[in-house]
Structures are given as structure tokens and as C-alpha cells.
């Protein structure tokens, strides 16, 4: 049954190390990456490390484990960034590798709410979205065109579309 999330959670994976690989391309200034955008979360690199941190700690709930990362206070730059999104990836798919009881109860925000465990998965893919769009719009901004992240892309980049000739 987890397969038909694989995709989404898969793009989702694929497009913020895509971004994160992009910005440190670029070799953007200390000041580029903390400027902010109109309407942004932060600058660039505490909003990719609010996204990277936020998805870690989706998926340690589903898994049930800890990520010492999502809770420590440490600035990361983006190099370590890349690392735990590649920590968080390697977790889904663990995650999505087995049945997960979406209507599990998870507690959180100090034990003041309940939540069911597909919720999680829906945040992960909306969040992130939400804010790589951001770090896009900041860029674009900067006068640095962004990557296409779009499933599309993600599509031609791992052989999920192809040409029928």
C-alpha cells in the first residue's frame, strides 16, 4: 500500500537535496543566504534547514526512532544540510518499506495533542513544498535563476517518463 506514496515522498526527497546541491553550487554569499524574501519563512539557509529539520522529524515519528539532528540547536551549513536530508531519505524509505497504520495515534507538541500517522506524510510533501518555493522565490530575487524542481523533472532526472520513440 505504501507505494503509491513512494513517488511523492521520493520527488519530495530528490527536490529539496536538488536545492540544497544547487544553492551550494552557487557558492552564495554568508549575506545571500540569510537574505529574506517578501512572505518568507527565513533566508535561505535556515529556511532549507527548517525544511530538512521538519521532515526529519516527520519521518522519526512514523519510525519511531530518534534523529539526534532535529532537535539540536546546531547551526549546519550546507554541506551537513545535504547529509541529513540524505539521513531523512534513507529513513522513508525504511519507513514506506513496511505497512504503516496511518491511523496510529501520535502525540506531540509536549504531549497537549494527538495525531493520526498519515498526517505526517501530507505534511512532509506540503510543507517542504511550500517552502523550497520559497528559497526559489529569493533566489529569483538574487537574479539567480532556480532548478526546476517540479515531479516533472524528477520524472526525467530518475527514468519515470521517457519518450515513446
Known amino acids: ?3 503509491v506514496v513512494l513517488d511523492a515522498i521520493r520527488h519530495n526527497n530528490w527536490a529539496t537535496k536538488q536545492l540544497v546541491s544547487f544553492c551550494r553550487d552557487q557558492d552564495l554569499s554568508a549575506r545571500q543566504l540569510d537574505v529574506r524574501g517578501v512572505g518568507t519563512f527565513g533566508g535561505i539557509l535556515s ?3 527548517h525544511i530538512i529539520v521538519s521532515d526529519g522529524s516527520y519521518v522519526r515519528r512514523l519510525a519511531e526512532i530518534d534523529l539526534d539532528w532535529v532537535d539540536g540547536d546546531e547551526d549546519a551549513g550546507l554541506h551537513k544540510l545535504f547529509v541529513w536530508a540524505s539521513e531523512a531519505e534513507q529513513l522513508w524509505e525504511q519507513v514506506l518499506a ?3 497504520d496511518v491511523e496510529r495515534v501520535i502525540v506531540v507538541d509536549n504531549g497537549t495533542r494527538e495525531v493520526r500517522a498519515g498526517i505526517f506524510v501530507a505534511q512532509a510533501v506540503n510543507h517542504a513544498n511550500h517552502h523550497r518555493e520559497q528559497v526559489c522565490a529569493i533566489l529569483t530575487g538574487l537574479g ?3 532548478p526546476d524542481l517540479q515531479a516533472w523533472e524528477y ?3 530518475t527514468g ?3 519518450d515513446r520513440n
Open 144 to 146: 539567480i535563476e532556480p
Open 47 to 49: 529556511t532549507l534547514r
Open 160 to 162: 519515470r517518463i521517457w
Open 155 to 157: 520524472a526525467w532526472a
Open 1 to 3: 500500500m505504501n507505494e
Open 98 to 100: 513496511k505497512p504503516i
